[in-house]
């Protein structure tokens, strides 16, 4: 178990720090692979000490469910994604950011399957938990802006699409909290935009930002 590799840097009583582990994983090997097996090692210990609904299953459980998008399992993340979600709404109501942060990987996958009335259905929601509990220029909400814009230029609207994406993509990659993989994220998009849209050179330019 790749949770063994990092137990003792970060052991902090009777159980590891998953989100210790998590990012540790993510500055310096960055293996989406080894974060899906490091997760599920840490959600099998939390499920196995912990009964009932818990914020750290459910944390852990919305991370699980970003990098089975990443890796393609699609119906894995759903049931992930569906179940912090559930969890996160039990446990703090329907306005909370956790609840939005679940919300925002749900539209992430439904950008991944192309279900983009759904996404932006989704993405807008979490805006609105973000802008209230955060503000309208944060990066939570910069992301859910993005996501927004990634399903408008999937179902063709460009112009818009390109406009939040944009928007978001500068909060993202001027806010020093914002965390890395979702500027990657967003940098996708982009080139995913500009390349439906027979924008090559704008395509590249996203390509190689950093």
Request: proline content about 4%; overall charge positive.
């Amino acid at each position: 178990m790749l949770i063994g590799k990092f137990y003792s840097k970060f052991q902090e009583g009777p159980l590891p720090k998953p989100a210790c582990c998590f990012r540790y994983l993510l500055v310096f090997e960055f293996d989406v692979r080894a974060a899906l097996e490091t997760e599920r090692d840490s959600l099998a210990i939390y499920r196995k000490n912990f009964s009932g609904d818990n914020p750290e299953v459910a944390r852990i459980e919305n991370r699980l469910g970003y990098w089975l998008i990443e890796t393609g399992q699609y119906t894995d993340a759903q049931r992930c994604l569906d179940e912090a979600l559930a969890m996160r709404t039990r446990l703090f109501g329907k306005s909370h950011p956790d609840v939005a942060s679940s919300l925002v990987h749900l539209a992430i996958l439904d950008v991944a399957i192309r279900k983009y009335p759904d996404a932006v259905l989704a993405a807008r929601r979490s805006q609105e938990i973000f802008t209230k509990s955060f503000s309208a220029s944060s990066w939570q909400t910069a992301l859910a802006d993005s996501v927004e814009g990634a399903a408008l230029g999937g179902m063709g609207e460009y112009s818009a699409g390109e406009a939040q994406l944009q928007h978001g993509y500068a909060i993202l990659k001027n806010d020093a909290g914002a965390v890395p993989m979702y500027r990657t994220l967003v940098r996708g998009y982009m080139r995913t935009l500009y390349q439906r849209w027979g924008r090559p050179q704008d395509a590249q330019r996203y390509a190689a930002a950093r």
